[in-house]
């Protein structure tokens, strides 16, 4: 059976921040707009148990200072269909032509707000313990491990809010980091104070062991040229993020890291296609540029979209 074509005037590709802000925009401009999300609205942010650096909130958990955005974007009309997969995309034409599980959708411009995925753990054996003892969602999996002992490897802003979060429910939680942190000196001050917490840094894991499930993992200490096992039940890897591209990579360009090349005005090689997030071309990822990303590709779609009249 042949799949039903709809007409937005803008397709958002992914729900997080930029996203969302986006679509906010779009729809209080007045655009028929649609976001498509194949996994959890909200993206990495989501995950996130507190978040104390946007402007005019104190503090807020990830999930809902989402859930306020979506519900804003929606009240303007912008519709958001979350796990409805992408199978395939045309952008260089007019109109664009996006295509889901369900249906196709053809839109005048469209903004690529896909953001990015955690790096996966690198040692051979890791895969065997995934959803076993290696985790990749604190927020997710994080409950099952009260008072266990866990391991968060990384060392920037997500690993130490990772660590944050599990140091209230495990009995003992290692930081493991193979340099120094990169994690902003508040929260890692905070994360500090915690009894449990210890604090492995210049230190990487090699191996890790168990039967059905992880029990230990073997650590390298870059200083001192030593290696040591410790028990664990979990590891939560937060070891940095790769764009996620793959869907549209062969259709617009992308810098040498394989983010999309788009400068400050969110505009790709591509007429009518525009880039927000954590997925373009930037050297500062934080919530605020994402939301201010978002504000500009709506504009800018907005822009595009009346030139063709």
């Given at each position: 059976?042949?799949?039903?074509?709809?007409?937005?005037?803008?397709?958002?590709?992914?729900?997080?921040?930029?996203?969302?802000?986006?679509?906010?925009?779009?729809?209080?401009?007045?655009?028929?707009?649609?976001?498509?999300?194949?996994?959890?609205?909200?993206?990495?942010?989501?995950?996130?148990?507190?978040?104390?650096?946007?402007?005019?909130?104190?503090?807020?958990?990830?999930?809902?200072?989402?859930?306020?955005?979506?519900?804003?974007?929606?009240?303007?009309?912008?519709?958001?269909?979350?796990?409805?997969?992408?199978?395939?995309?045309?952008?260089?034409?007019?109109?664009?032509?996006?295509?889901?599980?369900?249906?196709?959708?053809?839109?005048?411009?469209?903004?690529?707000?896909?953001?990015?995925?955690?790096?996966?753990?690198?040692?051979?054996?890791?895969?065997?313990?995934?959803?076993?003892?290696?985790?990749?969602?604190?927020?997710?999996?994080?409950?099952?491990?009260a008072g266990k002992t866990v391991a968060v490897i990384g060392g920037g802003n997500a690993a130490v809010?990772?660590?944050?979060?599990?140091?209230?429910?495990?009995?003992?939680?290692?930081?493991?980091?193979?340099?120094?942190?990169?994690?902003?000196?508040?929260?890692?001050?905070?994360?500090?104070?915690?009894?449990?917490?210890?604090?492995?840094?210049?230190?990487?894991?090699?191996?890790?062991?168990?039967?059905?499930?992880?029990?230990?993992?073997?650590?390298?200490?870059?200083?001192?040229?030593?290696?040591?096992?410790?028990?664990?039940?979990?590891?939560?890897?937060?070891?940095?993020?790769?764009?996620?591209?793959?869907?549209?990579?062969?259709?617009?360009?992308?810098?040498?890291?394989?983010?999309?090349?788009?400068?400050?005005?969110?505009?790709?090689?591509?007429?009518?296609?525009?880039?927000?997030?954590?997925?373009?071309?930037?050297?500062?990822?934080?919530?605020?540029?994402?939301?201010?990303?978002?504000?500009?590709?709506?504009?800018?779609?907005?822009?595009?979209?009346?030139?063709?009249?």
């Open positions: 059976m042949a799949k039903e074509h709809r007409k937005r005037d803008v397709v958002v590709i992914g729900a997080g921040m930029a996203g969302l802000t986006a679509a906010l925009y779009a729809g209080r401009s007045g655009l028929s707009v649609l976001v498509l999300e194949s996994e959890l609205v909200g993206g990495q942010i989501a995950n996130a148990a507190g978040i104390e650096n946007y402007p005019g909130i104190l503090r807020v958990g990830g999930g809902e200072l989402i859930s306020a955005v979506q519900t804003q974007a929606e009240s303007f009309g912008a519709v958001v269909d979350e796990f409805d997969s992408i199978v395939r995309v045309e952008l260089s034409g007019q109109p664009k032509m996006v295509e889901t599980e369900s249906a196709v959708y053809e839109a005048g411009a469209v903004i690529l707000a896909t953001g990015m995925k955690r790096r996966k753990l690198s040692l051979s054996e890791a895969g065997r313990y995934e959803g076993r003892g290696v985790h990749y969602c604190e927020l997710c999996d994080g409950q099952a491990y809010d990772a660590a944050e979060y599990l140091s209230k429910l495990a009995s003992k939680l290692y930081l493991i980091q193979r340099s120094e942190l990169r994690a902003d000196a508040a929260s890692v001050k905070r994360l500090r104070e915690h009894a449990n917490v210890e604090f492995l840094l210049h230190t990487e894991p090699r191996a890790l062991a168990g039967d059905t499930k992880l029990t230990a993992a073997t650590l390298f200490d870059r200083k001192a040229e030593t290696t040591r096992e410790i028990p664990l039940d979990a590891v939560f890897v937060n070891i940095g993020v790769e764009p996620n591209t793959a869907l549209f990579a062969d259709q617009v360009k992308l810098d040498k890291s394989g983010n999309i090349a788009a400068g400050e005005d969110c505009r790709t090689n591509l007429d009518g296609v525009f880039a927000a997030g954590d997925v373009r071309t930037k050297e500062v990822r934080q919530l605020t540029t994402a939301a201010a990303d978002g504000t500009v590709a709506a504009l800018g779609a907005v822009k595009y979209l009346r030139s063709l009249q």
